[in-house]
């Protein structure tokens, strides 16, 4: 009889090796729970405003440049976090979960310890609706997972999957358990929080972002940090610092990857000093080219994200000591600022078009509030669609635990998705958009 390997994932799931550095995870079948969705309609919003996760527990979607919705268009994605009170602690249990928007139902399809409250289990979908991809912790290492929604097969893979190409080809990522090092709440819970795993100081040569083939398992360097921090303009203020990977992520077209550098210097480990840096690269790793605009170093600007039209790079800049919204084309060229009139900020994403533009903004008030903002970026107007309850954190404490709108499109571009807390729990909202952005 030949000897089965096993292990446990985090979340206590029997885990099979079925294949090489494929693990097949006995994942127990969720149920379908019955809902009503409810509306919103506090303080006038201009456009249909619809809660759609149960009230009895938080969720949150991936990230505001990560669609929710499935390729049908008829599912959507959200993870179940266990509390929202404190931050996720390394063993704790979130749930992947699918909601049925014509059924009105919800099912949780996976249970994962890897999760934080910024981008909760990471969930992606496939290029179909069959396949929901997420992570979980195998033995130390945090690794792609993939469910089938249509067989109820589950896979683990050999490498981390921050993204999952349009194509479902290969997910990529920076090692999950590396996240905490630069920002809490976008990997796996560290065991130790104050004294998160690290890499030692300059670029390492043997770490970086890793493709893993879905399809072969093959797990590779797709590009490392030296590779990356090599084509830095200026070297760094000070030595002695140490370069990360952050967000990496495929435009629509599975053409170009976009992906953020990081560098922290000596003594700020754990600090706001992280000096962002935008590059895109081609999908085999080469072509590396810089997003740049500006200072090298302390740059301020927000997260970028690919324009909806995949061919394009947007950020917010400080343009003159305001927040602009600014394009670059994928090779770096043709900067730009969208509108010298209208005050970005949030996170913004552009439409195929070019023309609207969605981003929140938080506000300091009691009890906290946020508001989903359309910005016309041809008529240089914007419209406060709503504005809703959300979660603030006291200044000087961890930011962790704050609730970001992180209005994210459907794939339609007529209706948004949003996180909120109307109740005091966080939710996901959708907002429909159809009539504001003919």
Known sequence: MNRREFARTSAGLLATLAAPGVWAVDAPEGRKRK??????????PAAPITVVTPPDANYVFT??????WSPSGRFLFATRLPYQDHNAVCGDVAEACVIDLQEQTIETVYKTRCWGFQTGANLHWGATDDHLYTNDIIGDTAVCVRVDLRTRQTRAFAGPGYDIAPDESCAIGFPLELMDATQKGYGAPSRDPAHPRRLPPGAARDEGIWRTDLKTNEKRLLVSLAAVAARVKEPPPRPGGTWYFWHAKHNRQGTRILQVLRHVLPGDEGGRERNPMVFTYAPDGGDIRPIHHGLVWRQRGGHPAWHCDGRHVTRNLDIGGKSRLCQWNSDGSGFRVLSEKLVSGGHPTVEPRGRFAITDQLHNDKPATATLRLLDLSGHTELAVCRVPTIRVA????ATLRLDGHPVWNRDYRQCCLQAAPDGNRQLLIADLSRLVI
């Not at 009503?36 to 006038?44: I, L, V």
């Open 395 to 398: 200044k000087g404490t961890d």
């Open 63 to 68: 990230y505001f440049n990560v669609c929710p």
């Open 35 to 44: 809902y009503a969705f409810r509306p919103f309609r506090a303080n006038d």
